[in-house]
């Protein structure tokens, strides 16, 4: 390829960086921890892009352009390489939601018990819990560390046949890692949840697990009291 046409993708590529960094949607594919590596990474190849179109125009300034045996005959479906950066700079696809959660065995499986749990704070009511933490503590801890609280989990709806189930995606590096953790939903439920939907649910710890289709691990429960639909969180891995 030639040169003016690797700036181009250079720029293109670094552009999109640093869209992503600008407008958070890197969120939908890593830890926001990464931002510190697109931004820079963004920027560097805006800079790699910006110094190779000079020299570019320089060389051309110096001297009308010859055949030099690096350019001429080039095929033009090297230019079809532009597609997928096209595509990431109008295009950002959405965070994984329920379609990949239930088509994928649950993350507390991989998860390794502890023998204990830290108390939860007596002066929350009720305690705001990673769905993680609820699950790790009431199928490892068996719930001791739970039980005289009520507790506040946030997560999307996905269905387990017909019953509704509360999820979120857990991510080690970016989103190609990505696994939910599920939560059985007991008492009395509104009608009408959809797949997708965010709700923040108010609860108490409920003994009652089940098994996850997909990779046979323990799904824990929460006994609901209420659940709220709330706006999508810009950070919706876990």
Not at 123 to 132: A, S
Not at 181 to 209: C, H
């Amino acid at each position: 390829m030639r040169r003016d046409a690797q700036a181009i993708v250079l720029l293109l590529v670094g552009g999109g960086l640093i869209r992503l960094a600008w407008t958070g949607d890197y969120l939908n594919y890593v830890k926001p921890y990464a931002l510190w590596l697109i931004l820079p990474a963004g920027v560097i190849l805006v800079a790699v892009a910006a110094i190779t179109a000079w020299s570019v125009w320089r060389a051309k300034e110096g001297a009308d352009e010859h055949d030099d045996g690096h350019g001429h005959g080039e095929p033009k479906v090297a230019w079809l390489l532009l597609v997928p950066v096209v595509g990431m700079l109008l295009v950002a696809p959405d965070a994984l939601g329920s379609y990949e959660a239930e088509r994928t065995g649950s993350a507390i499986g991989a998860e390794e018990g502890r023998s204990s749990y830290p108390e939860l704070p007596d002066g929350e009511d009720p305690v705001p819990l990673p769905l993680l933490d609820y699950a790790a503590r009431a199928i490892f801890d068996e719930g001791r560390s739970l039980e005289g609280h009520r507790i506040e989990l946030r997560g999307f709806i996905l269905y387990s046949g017909d019953e509704p189930q509360l999820a979120r995606m857990v991510v080690s590096c970016c989103a190609a890692d990505a696994r939910p953790v599920k939560i059985g939903l007991e008492g009395a439920l509104p009608a009408g949840l959809e797949p997708d939907q965010w709700v923040e649910i108010i609860g108490v710890y409920s003994p009652r697990q089940g098994r996850d289709e997909i990779n046979g691990a323990l799904v824990p429960y929460i006994e609901v009291e209420s659940i709220t639909g709330i706006a999508t969180p810009d950070n919706e891995y876990q």
